[in-house]
């Protein structure tokens, strides 16, 4: 494989998934660690994505409040925030997941809605803050940088204690058969505390996710109450979900 076809196959797995690992990269692409290193140093010497420890991420996960229309699939994930929203009912208390396509979905919440809003992520409390009828109330832990989330025994705790309404969370990998999956341990430990606190569980997940999967299992996916991708709810790649009885939009 040529220099420019591997480093296109890097970028479009840090675009689809926000974060890969090196050793993930290499094994994909049948290559040394060495080889994938070297291409990410490049492409951030390019400013295409971020070399961080043992992987890299996409700069359009190093959000802020601030709008960043550096976001991978931005359209198709505005799509899926849009139906989100059709979910919110004045008065609810809901949690928001952190990651791109949910914080889409925070910053298209209604300036007339009432809500209650608890979330882990930084970007996303601060989205929420200008929002005149919401309260926010964020989730303390240890912050993941790259992330830019709470982790840890502290937030796993605070989440023991509340219980919303709905949660809308997001996730690296999803698969029909074996649910929802992530490579990182400490994010699969938050998400399941999330899920545990919630009444019910709403997945947003652009469709390229489908069919695919990790190492840690975050959950089976009829943990999962609804699924919102970007794709018309009678598509033909949505057919073995809804066969496990998830509500899809």
Known sequence: MLKEERQQTILNEVELHNRILLTDIAETLDVSIDTVRRDVKELDAE???????GGAISLGFTTNSARNNNIYAL?????????????LNDGAVIFIDGGTTCLEMTRLIPDTLHLTCFT????????LSSKPNVTVISIGGQIAKEAQISIGANAIHNLS?????????????????????????DIVQIKKAVIKASKKTVLLSISEKLNSQ???KTCD???????????????KLLIAFKNNDI???
């Open 247 to 249: 509500r899809i939009l």
């Open 75 to 87: 359209e198709d994930k505005t799509t899926i925030a849009n139906k989100a929203i059709t979910m």
């Open 47 to 53: 400013k295409k994505l971020r070399k961080v420890h």
């Open 120 to 127: 882990i992520s930084l970007p996303v409390a601060m989205e």
């Open 161 to 185: 204690e509340i219980r919303v309404d709905y949660s809308f969370i997001g996730t690296g990998y999803v698969d029909a058969i074996y649910g929802l999956t992530e490579f990182d341990w």
């Open 221 to 235: 996916i009829n943990t999962i109450n609804t699924m919102i991708t970007e794709l018309d709810p009678e598509d």
């Open 214 to 216: 990790h190492r840690y």
